[in-house]
């Protein structure tokens, strides 16, 4: 059993290397199997992660709506910077998220469409996939400009360093927590824009992945708390704080991680209740200067595919293959 990450397509490298040093190979799903970033290509080269593209069909039809939306993008900004043009006007938040930009976006392409075309029935699914491509491309270009943002910090901190003894300890202590700030949990999570369209848009996708996985993983607080605040039942497991973080692991570790993949396995595909007593020892150890908090819940009762479906209103399609999970676990990882 294979972890997968949820409610995103793309994911950055950090959360690649920390996810999988706890559970091993993590799943990512992609709308389309175009356009993959350099940053995953490695991430999955290194072993860290696993690219599905649960469908595949009208690649084509799904890349010139997203060359369409960056025109429109381009023609009302009046800019070719485009999406990073938006970001770094629209402060902290998410521009195609917000409620005035969307409406004006649905009014302008009904009215495209309109004119050329009879109306037809929406595709639910063609019009997930293009959600989950344009979010993606936004948390990546989000991400770039943390990124940036993280330098300068660096920067003005080295500058410090060199010229501490000639300010006070209070002013150090200050730009030392700023250079950590683009990487705080609470002001960098994705997930918080728009978190019930992103796992439903998400969980359309994920519908259709015959492989399947009891476990499901995110370092966004605000999905996981989504979908806890959408399972009535649900009920936390485990929970590890400022637990020493083993990136690199081998030998030992190793074999760590796959007895609690095992544990883990077991509590899904078997009726609930059920002892936690063996997984109370992750794959962590004491020799690391990277720390994570870890959160797993449990909504027994539920397949994956049928809770999934259930907290989105979708027809369940589901497989005898996705059917041997009777539980569905749901993990948060968050940096210390």
Not at 12 to 25: H, K, N, P, R, Y
Not at 130 to 155: C, G, P, S, Y
Request: glycine residues 4%; contains cysteine.
């Amino acid at each position: 059993m294979k972890p997968i990450y949820f409610p995103f397509t793309y994911i950055f490298d950090l959360s690649a290397e920390t996810i999988s040093s706890i559970f091993g190979q993590t799943v990512i799903y992609r709308p389309s199997s175009k356009n993959l970033p350099e940053m995953m290509q490695e991430s999955a080269k290194r072993g860290a992660i696993d690219i599905r593209i649960p469908v595949k069909k009208d690649e084509s039809k799904l890349n010139a709506a997203l060359k369409d939306y960056k025109s429109w993008l381009n023609l009302h900004l009046g800019d070719k910077r485009g999406m990073t043009a938006f970001f770094k006007t629209q402060a902290d938040k998410i521009p195609f998220f917000d409620d005035t930009i969307t409406a004006q976006i649905r009014a302008d392409i009904k009215k495209k469409t309109q004119q050329k075309q009879p109306e037809t029935k929406p595709d639910t699914l063609f019009n997930a996939r293009i959600f989950l491509a344009i979010a993606q491309e936004f948390d990546a270009q989000n991400w770039e400009i943390n990124q940036k943002l993280f330098m300068v910090d660096e920067l003005q901190q080295k500058l410090i360093e060199n010229i501490k003894g000639e300010i006070d300890s209070s002013y150090i202590k200050n730009a030392e927590n700023n250079l950590h700030k683009s990487y705080d949990p609470e002001s960098y999570d994705q997930g918080a824009y728009m978190t019930a369209d992103r796992i439903k848009a998400w969980a359309l996708l994920m519908q259709h992945d015959q492989q399947g996985s009891g476990l499901f993983i995110t370092d966004s607080k605000s999905a996981f708390e989504c979908l806890i605040d959408k399972a009535s039942q649900s009920e936390i497991i485990v929970g590890f704080d400022s637990m020493p973080l083993q990136k690199n692991s081998a030998g030992k570790a190793d074999k760590r991680r796959d007895n609690f993949m095992k544990q883990l396995e077991i509590i899904a595909k078997n009726p609930w209740p059920t002892s936690t007593d063996k997984i109370v020892n992750p794959p962590f150890t004491k020799n690391s200067d990277a720390k994570v908090s870890l959160t797993l819940a449990i909504v027994p009762g539920k397949t994956p595919h049928e809770f999934f479906a259930g907290c989105c209103g979708y027809n369940l399609t589901e497989s005898k293959e996705k059917s041997r999970f009777q539980n569905t676990l749901l993990g948060l990882v968050e940096p210390f």
